[in-house]
């Protein structure tokens, strides 16, 4: 009994050294096979590689190989430089990278890796992109990486002109799919913009990238925008939501798509509106300019069409020339004025060229208009508004007296010039049943005063419009205001507040 349990002890030691010798074997089978090939994780190899990319000067903090479970190296406080002595220039750093590629792809001589992820990324394109530096190599780079990671990294563009800042841009997520030298790479990026609350989603083709070149880059896909907040600009408010697709080169992308901002509201105003907009427009992605091909814009019922650009090296001035035909005043007073409803009513038809220069004042003291309107079949809302025009009407058309059994609408046509939020009217045309009245004057869009005069043209004689003892005073004087077809002639001027307006005759 004692010599079979010796027997089977003396067996089960010999069984285990011989795995343990296998295991050596094997170990020392492994670490010959990796001497003999070309290691591709050293610091050196690694800074090589990483310098015949991206044609930087690239300095490595901490670094440690990584052997199992899959080959590759984990590298911390990664810099990356162009320029000599004194005029180098940061392009970018890492803070740390960690990659990974697999036994076959080494084994193989196959330059492939399986994984990169990069934390703490922060690339930075300046004004001049210094030359590339040159690194002996053995032939083109054929390394391929099938899935790089990038989240949390920063982009920032430095301005054309001197004194405005750096575009900046933040990437939550950053998913890049089959990167090669001179090859097109797919793309899942989520973007921030620090000025905005909300994401932007992108998808699609980037490359081949060149950053001598980095305006040739070409580009192609789609992107989505969730929740984008316009808070941060004061002077408006709304969330934003839409799609698009986009494709060209970076230095001119053509991007064409929709949004829509069901709370958009100018807060002076405090009126919230339901915005929708179609547009295509090209865009440079190194200077942030803007060419707005075409686009319309829907307020309501209303569909303003505009083109024009958003450009500038010193802050972005907006230049549109805007057109509507057949919209409603009401949809477009809502936006600017206080009051509620709005205080006119109508169908508008409208011209104009509109520039916002960047400057720091509000958006209503910025904003410059250079145009022609006509509305036609306008209402006042308000009761005493309302009232004074049917009278005047009645006055006019000889019929004092006798009143009118519905609202009187009216007919205006002028020329409009905006600045420092007064509107300045010239050849402007008032048209009511019984008179036509023109001349021209000043509208304060702050405070909504009126300041407008001009001559009315009547259907009926002076005294017709007179009423009582003046209708007959005024007999001997209908000839003197007579003039052409016309009743009367007579200077009027029309003061007061955009809501409660006062038509005064000056005889």
């Not at 300046?126 to 920063?154: C, E, H, M, N, W």
């Not at 989520?190 to 040739?216: A, Q, S, W, Y």
Request: hydrophobic share 40%; proline share 5%.
């Amino acid at each position: 009994m004692g010599e079979h349990t010796e027997s089977a002890g003396s067996a089960r030691w010999l069984r285990y050294g011989k795995a343990a010798i296998l295991v050596f074997l094997i170990a020392g089978g492994v670490v010959g096979l990796i001497d003999s090939v070309e290691w591709p994780f050293t610091r050196q190899r690694t800074i090589r590689s990483l310098e015949e990319v991206s044609g930087c000067r690239v300095e490595i903090g901490g670094f440690r190989e990584v052997f199992f479970p899959h080959p590759g190296y984990d590298a911390e406080e990664v810099r990356f430089q162009r320029g000599s002595g004194g005029n180098q220039v940061s392009l970018g750093k890492v803070g740390k990278v960690a990659t990974r590629g697999s036994w076959l792809a080494v084994l193989s001589f196959t330059h492939r890796l399986m994984r990169i992820d990069l934390n703490g990324l922060e690339v930075r394109i300046p004004k001049q992109v210094p030359t590339p530096i040159q690194r002996a190599s053995k032939g083109p780079i054929s390394t391929t990486v099938s899935d790089l990671f990038a989240p949390g990294a920063v982009l920032e563009i430095a301005p054309r002109g001197n004194g405005t800042q750096p575009q900046r841009f933040d990437f939550p997520q950053i998913h890049l799919s089959n990167l090669a030298r001179n090859k097109r790479m797919r793309l899942e990026v989520r973007v921030m913009n620090p000025h905005l609350i909300g994401k932007v989603e992108v998808t699609g083709l980037v490359g081949p990238l060149r950053l001598k070149h980095l305006d040739t880059t070409k580009l192609d896909g789609r992107f989505r925008i969730t929740d984008l907040n316009l808070g941060s600009y004061r002077q408006i408010a709304g969330t934003v939501s839409g799609d698009g697709h986009f494709t060209g080169e970076l230095g001119r992308t053509d991007i064409a798509g929709h949004v829509t901002i069901p709370d958009f509201a100018v807060t002076r105003s405090h009126h919230r509106e339901n915005l929708a907009a179609e547009y295509h427009a090209s865009v440079n992605g190194l200077s942030g300019d803007v060419g707005i091909i075409s686009s319309s814009v829907t307020l309501f019922q209303t569909k303003l069409i505009a083109h024009g650009t958003i450009a500038g090296r010193k802050g972005k001035t907006i230049s549109l020339d805007v057109t509507t035909a057949d919209g409603r005043i009401q949809d477009l007073l809502h936006v600017f004025v206080k009051s509620d409803p709005a205080p006119l009513e109508g169908t508008l038809d409208l011209r104009a060229h509109v520039v916002v220069p960047p400057e720091k004042s509000s958006f209503m003291q910025r904003v410059r208009i250079d145009g022609d309107f006509q509305i036609d079949h306008a209402m006042f809302t308000h009761p005493a508004t309302e009232m004074r025009l049917n009278d005047l009407s009645v006055r006019a058309s000889g019929r004092k007296g006798q009143g009118t059994e519905k609202q009187v609408s009216a007919e205006m046509a002028s020329h409009v010039l905006l600045r420092q939020e007064v509107a300045t009217l010239t050849r402007a045309v008032f048209t009511v049943p019984g008179a036509v009245a023109s001349g021209g004057g000043t509208y304060n869009l702050e405070n909504e005063v009126l300041n407008l005069k001009g001559k009315v043209a009547m259907h009926a004689t002076l005294s017709q419009a007179e009423t009582g003892v003046k209708s007959v005073l005024v007999v001997p004087l209908d000839p003197f205001f007579k003039k052409g077809n016309a009743g009367a002639v007579l200077p009027i001027q029309i003061t007061g507040t955009y809501s409660h307006p006062k038509f005064k005759l000056r005889l």
